[in-house]
């Protein structure tokens, strides 16, 4: 079954940078699209970056352009994202989430989530 | 993208129906047929439960259905079950020539 494991979650100070990474299991990782969710405390979910199957387009949230880069390495079945001048606003719970193979606007399969706190 | 709209807090008796509704503009619901919906119980990642307005994935009760009018889509929860209480999120494709995703703020789904 698909298995996605996110890591490299921590607390950071503002300005600061991190990697998240998401190990993918149970599945051609190297067929499918891949987004970020993050979910603030207590808040909503939000939609921050998508890639697609082979690397060759990434978009992102307006709220994190220019600062987080997406990107993937289908040899290791893995997912990243790098945070860099990570502001206090950055502080959620990031999820990597599955696309669908041909309309990549859901999430068919979620991890469980790293905590990205953001503080002095 | 502005976020979509969903009432806070919704609630049912068990075995009783309940709709959620989330309220977008014609540039994200109204616009396409890409409305999904997600369940999230307390401390766990989000489930799909609703894909393409009303499309449901192997495994989601045909309890669970969607659809939509205008620029307002809606998930209806039919035969309410204690297990249903969670919080539902809707999301909508929002254009611009990528996979650029809003989401709805949630609903707090209580089963009475």
């Known amino acids: 079954q698909v298995q996605l494991v996110e890591s490299g979650g921590g607390v950071v100070q503002p300005g600061g940078s991190l990697r998240l990474s998401c190990a993918a299991s149970?599945?051609?990782?190297?067929?499918?699209?891949m987004h970020w969710v993050r979910q603030a405390p207590g808040k909503g979910l939000e939609w921050v970056a998508f890639i697609r199957y082979d690397g060759s387009n990434k978009y992102y949230a307006d709220s994190v352009k220019g600062r987080f880069t997406i990107s993937r390495d289908n040899s290791k079945n893995t997912l990243y994202l790098q945070m860099n001048s990570l502001r206090a606003e950055d502080t959620a719970v990031y999820y990597c989430a599955k696309a669908d193979a041909t309309i990549p606007l859901y999430f068919q399969h979620w991890g469980q989530g790293t905590l990205v706190t953001v503080s002095s | 993208q502005s976020a979509l709209t969903q009432p806070p807090s919704a609630s049912g008796s068990p075995g009783q129906s309940v709709t959620i509704s989330c309220t977008g503009t014609?540039?994200?619901?109204?616009?396409?047929?890409?409305v999904s919906w997600y369940q999230q119980h307390p401390g766990k990642a989000p489930k799909l439960m609703i894909y393409?307005?009303?499309k449901r994935p192997s495994g989601v009760p045909d309890r669970f259905s969607g659809s939509k009018s205008g620029n307002t889509a809606s998930l209806t929860v039919s035969g309410l079950q204690a297990e249903d209480e969670a919080d539902y999120y809707c999301s909508s494709y929002a254009g611009s020539n990528g996979p650029y995703v809003v989401f709805g703020g949630g609903t707090k789904l209580t089963v009475l």
């Open positions: 014609s540039s994200d619901v109204g616009g396409y047929n890409y």
């Open positions: 393409e307005v009303s």
């Open positions: 149970g599945f051609t990782f190297s067929s499918y699209g």
